[in-house]
Structures are given as C-alpha cells and as structure tokens.
C-alpha cells in the first residue's frame, strides 16, 4: 500500500528559512473552514508574504497526537516522529513548537480512542519539550515555544489538567530554554475567564478554534523570531 507524505516544489529560487510548525489538531486546523487553507500555519505563511519576505510553512500537526506517548490511533510521539517530520526537511531554520495538550488531557479521563490512557505529570510533559528542543539545537534549528490553548469546558478539563496546563506554561513563558515563546495561551483567552477559549474565537468544542481564532494565532507570532 502506497500514499503521498510529501510534495516538494522547485520552479524558482528557493527561499531560505523553513518554518515548521509541529503539533496536533489546533496546529492541524481541526474546527477551521473545510478545504479554505485558514489553519493557522497558512496565514502564518500568508503573514510572510505580506511582509515581502516569503518562506515555506511546513504544517506538521497530526490530530490527536501526543507529545509523551505512541498511539494506534494517533501515530507516533512527537519526539519519534520529529527527525522524519522536521530535522529531515529541506532548508528548515525554525520550529513553532505547540503539544501537550493531548498528554494532559487523555491522562484525565477515560476515552475510548486511547486505552490505556497514560498518568503523566508537568514536570514529564516539560522533559518532553527538552527533548524535542535538543534535537532541534543539535542541527541549529530555533524553537519557539507556543503556549497551549485555554481548554475549560472541554470533556478532558479537569482542575488537575488545569494545574499541569498552568505549571507547563509558566516554564515555556519563564525557563528560557526556548529561542523564542508565542503567547497562544494569553491571546487567545476569554476576557472574563482565562482558563476558558475565548467564545468568538472558539470553533464549538472549548479547545479548537474557529477560522478566527487560528487568525489571530497566526497574528501573536513574531515575524522577527523565525
């Protein structure tokens, strides 16, 4: 059985400077127009345009995915899939890197999509970021960390999860073990209660965005850090 993982163009100078972003749905683009290219890398990429400096941005978000732990459902951990989808790909100079939200969550409840759901803790989730960081240092790639999304309201919200999001946050805002950190979390809250997607950016479901909502995440990055 055979399937296309990649399409590379050439036709004209390349542009240096790959970006990728890596994650899971939200960088994926669940809860964004159907077949619209309004996920969040996309606009990102338009962004640059704009800007008269155009770059490749390279989506590599898998719904589902988990930062921690391998999945039937949802493929491998970011940190087994990292070399094939971000330090093999041509001309890379920097990662937005956005996980985790997954690993806190599925540790929080029962679903039937992960079985046995795994325990994990913040300080786990930020020793996963470390290892991805290191990979991407050891080729000379920059990361820029992006805080995960509010979630209350959603079916893996719990006090708990809500504890680890919190400390995970505060280590990618405060450790400076990252080149560079986007803010997704503060931009994209609800004005009245943090902990909760801000309803005109939210697709429905309290964690994926809206065609708004990835906007405005393509609008917190800093041009100037990739």
Do not use: C
């Amino acid at each position: 059985m055979y399937y296309l993982s990649d399409v590379e163009v050439t036709g004209g100078p390349r542009q240096p400077g790959t970006v990728v972003a890596f994650g899971d749905s939200i960088t994926d683009g669940f809860g964004s127009t159907y077949d619209a290219d309004h996920r969040w890398p996309d606009l990102l990429a338009e962004r640059l345009a704009a800007m008269g400096t155009p770059r490749p941005v390279l989506n590599s978000g898998i719904g589902g995915n988990l930062l921690l732990h391998d999945s039937a459902w949802y493929g491998d951990r970011a940190g087994a899939r990292f070399r094939r989808d971000v330090l093999d790909k041509p001309g890379v100079r920097s990662v937005i890197l956005l996980e985790g939200l997954n690993d806190i969550g599925f540790s929080e409840v029962e679903l039937p999509t992960y079985k046995p759901n795994p325990q994990v803790s913040a300080d786990e989730v930020i020793a996963g970021y470390r290892e991805l960081i290191a990979l991407a240092h050891a080729r000379g790639i920059k990361v820029i960390g992006g805080t995960i999304l509010p979630f209350k309201g959603a079916e893996y919200h719990t006090p708990r999860a809500e504890a680890k999001r919190a400390a995970v946050n505060d280590w990618i805002r405060t450790s400076g073990a990252f080149d560079a950190v986007v803010d997704f979390a503060g931009v994209m809250a609800a004005p009245s209660d943090p902990l909760r997607l801000n309803p005109v950016y939210d697709s429905g479901d309290f964690k994926h965005p809206n065609d708004a909502g990835y906007r405005r995440m393509a609008e917190a990055v800093d041009l100037a850090t990739l």
